[in-house]
């Protein structure tokens, strides 16, 4: 049974990187992760999206190794305004099945 | 600017009493979603459009149904809403690559349910 699993918490403080990091071993070859996030009455919002290796935007970058059975996302110099709820999720092109991880809550302190 | 847009963003109904909910979307996206997320959950997939093409969940109980009338919008019926059933409701839209590889989901800010 495919599954995502990520931490339930995290802490971090102002200006420092967060990394939160997910595991996905059943993820199939065709399969590509995507982080969102989530804040409080508001729907979730697209970060980043990846296949292999290394991804990169203007708010994240997403690491993946070879074997891909785990992804980290990467927040460089978070601020107060990024605690909020990350979700990984792994779409399965074989049936289209979403596999959402139950996300991590992520607090940033001053 | 484009986006995706829930009517009502909060909407109460009564055990058992029908309610319909409401999404459109400006991005001509070709695959609607709609999910159901209840408090410190992960959003659960109920069903989705590909185009015309319904494609429902295996566990999404019968009590819920969803129209998609054109490409721009889709609604969520629930036939005789449970106290179970209170949650916040979610639609989201992507483009796709074809079959089984869906781009980015674009959210639309939710419709919270409550039910008396």
């Known amino acids: 049974l495919a599954k995502t699993t990520q931490p339930i918490s995290m802490d971090s403080y102002e200006g420092q990187e967060v990394n939160i990091t997910c595991s996905h071993n059943?993820?199939?070859?065709?399969?590509?992760i995507t982080w969102y996030q989530q804040f409080p009455s508001q729907g979730p919002r697209f970060i980043i999206q990846?296949?292999?290796?290394?991804v990169t935007n203007e708010v994240a970058s997403l690491f993946i190794p070879a074997d891909r059975k785990s992804s980290t996302l990467s927040l460089p110099r978070v601020s107060l305004s990024d605690t909020a709820v990350y979700y990984c999720?792994?779409?399965?092109?074989?049936?289209?099945?979403?596999?959402w991880g139950a996300g991590t809550k992520l607090i940033i302190k001053p | 600017d484009a986006m995706v847009i829930q009517n009502p963003r909060y909407q109460v109904t009564q055990f058992g009493k029908p309610v319909t909910l409401s999404c459109s979307q400006t991005?001509?996206?070709?695959?609607m979603y709609w999910y159901q997320q209840k408090s410190s959950q992960a959003p659960k997939l109920l069903f989705h459009?590909?185009?015309?093409?319904?494609?429902n969940e295996a566990d999404t109980p019968d009590n819920f149904q969803s129209r998609r009338p054109n490409t721009s919008f889709c609604f969520l019926d629930i036939r005789s809403p449970g106290l179970g059933d209170a949650a916040m409701y979610l639609c989201?839209?992507?483009?796709?690559?074809?079959?089984?590889?869906?781009?980015?989901?674009?959210f639309g800010p939710g419709t919270r349910l409550t039910v008396l």
């Open positions: 989201a839209t992507s483009s796709s690559r074809g079959r089984g590889s869906y781009n980015e989901q674009f």
């Open positions: 991005l001509n996206h070709n695959v």
């Open positions: 459009y590909y185009d015309k093409d319904f494609n």
């Open positions: 059943n993820i199939a070859t065709n399969d590509y």
């Open positions: 990846g296949y292999k290796t290394k």
């Open positions: 999720l792994v779409a399965m092109d074989s049936n289209y099945q979403l596999i």
